[in-house]
């Protein structure tokens, strides 16, 4: 069975808090595409809560190739990041930045209380997330000349096929979109049909 849908956030999380012998741990999540997404939100988190002691955060990119990372943000090393990261693993989502802001409440926790601290912020801003399904998928680009316009046309409704772009000059020329596990049946029929240009986008 080829998966092909991944977990992921729309919309950023509401605040969530959480407070430990006097600190407190203010948790969020945001979509995030790009690691420009990122410093985005932590700039804007720094100028919001710009008297906290820590902004501490994992993130995950990507769906096929995962690329990821981990800060503690001066806490003692592994015991922020990490458990941050370890909820996004576990709750199997992608694409995604949380952070927990630390306001130190006087009371050391210790690295064991720290972990154990930043591990239930994260979680709780996952459970006040809202967590969708998104299908992988392939994007291809057709070329045809328009007497096939209606066969092509014919294809794309029956498979119910979104069209995400077209341009109408010398030539149609369409970029469709499909589910990955739907891709090399969906292209077999476009490479099948005579004069149709099928060409996969990266």
Not at 159 to 168: E, F, P, R, S, V
Request: hydrophobic fraction near 40%; glycine fraction near 6%.
């Amino acid at each position: 069975m080829l998966e092909d849908v991944y977990k992921t956030i729309e919309k950023p999380s509401e605040e969530t808090l959480f407070k430990e012998k006097g600190s407190k741990f203010f948790g969020y999540a945001f979509p995030v595409l790009s690691e420009e997404d990122v410093k985005e939100y932590l700039e804007a988190l720094k100028k919001q809560h710009h008297s906290a002691r820590h902004w501490c955060y994992a993130y995950q990119l990507g769906i096929e190739k995962i690329k990821f990372r981990v800060n503690d943000d001066g806490e003692p090393n592994n015991s922020a990041g990490l458990p941050i990261y370890g909820q996004i693993q576990s709750f199997g989502v992608t694409n995604i930045l949380i952070v927990s802001v630390r306001y130190f409440g006087g009371t050391k926790l210790g690295v064991g209380g720290l972990i154990s601290a930043y591990k239930t912020s994260a979680q709780l801003v996952l459970e006040a997330s809202d967590i969708i399904e998104k299908t992988i998928d392939i994007h291809f680009k057709l070329t045809f000349d328009y007497e096939l316009m209606n066969s092509v046309q014919r294809i794309i409704k029956e498979k119910n096929i979104d069209i995400i772009n077209q341009k109408l000059e010398m030539n149609c020329e369409y970029v469709i979109s499909v589910r990955k596990k739907n891709a090399a049946s969906i292209f077999k029929i476009f490479d099948n049909l005579y004069k149709v240009d099928i060409v996969k986008l990266e």
